[in-house]
């Protein structure tokens, strides 16, 4: 079972993913994350340093992905394996519509069908969500910041997303990330729990 933690900048997914690994640590989950699961992250992160042109940038965060799948997803879940992802395709979605807009018609469109026929849907996506000044107030002001991290662009990230969950509401959860830590961590948990229990085939995108 494929189960994606989704959420803005400084929603809390790192917070929340040192939780998890205690809280489901019988269940053996394999945690991984975007980008930088292989070493194709890499160039991602010098793309999105460097600022390169979008379309350079939301395709290596694409090859990213398809090594990702590839080396680390596929053959877990074909394990039958528990596989928790910080961030995921949805990221793609999210956050790659602000960057291209202007630069292509209909850049959501256009990432879902390079998405298309090799990326695997995920079974539970849980996607936090906060205010965006709460969620900028909570980033470390001493660490360098990827320029998605300002309010106007995550304003637009946290939108797409919300539009994401509103279009499949049987597989986003949407958490209110201003509970306090444990409690989401505890909720979130719990419907990991459930999912996995109830978990036959897993369905593919
Ligand atoms: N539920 C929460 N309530 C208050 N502060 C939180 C919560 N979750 C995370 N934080 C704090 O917010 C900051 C950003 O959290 P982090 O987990 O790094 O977010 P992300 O990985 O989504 O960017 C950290 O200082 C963390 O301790
Ligand atoms: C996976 C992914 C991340 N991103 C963005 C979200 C983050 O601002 C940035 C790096 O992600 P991440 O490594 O989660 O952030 P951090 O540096 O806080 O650990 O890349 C995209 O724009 N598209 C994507 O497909």
Known sequence: ???????????????????????????DPLFTREPGATWVGDSVRRAVAERMDPITEALLFCADHAAHIDTVI????????????????DSRF?????VLDGVLPD?????????????IRPDRTFLLVLPVEDAVSRLDPEKKREYFENAGILARVQE??????????PRFV???ALLEKEEVA????????????????RPRA
């Open 1 to 27: 079972m494929l189960i994606t933690i989704e959420g803005i900048d400084g929603s809390g997914k790192s917070t929340l993913l040192v939780r998890l690994r205690e809280l489901l640590a019988d269940l």
């Open 74 to 89: 596929r053959p877990a879940l074909d394990e039958g394996r528990l596989v928790i992802s910080d961030r995921y395709a």
């Open 94 to 98: 999210a956050y790659q519509p602000v």
């Open 107 to 119: 850049p959501l469109s256009w990432l879902r069908r390079i998405h298309e026929g090799w990326s």
């Open 160 to 169: 797409n997303y919300l539009n994401l969950a509103a279009a499949d509401p």
């Open 174 to 176: 949407v958490v209110d």
């Open 186 to 201: 505890r909720f979130i948990a719990g419907e990991i729990r459930t999912s996995a229990r109830s978990s036959r085939r």
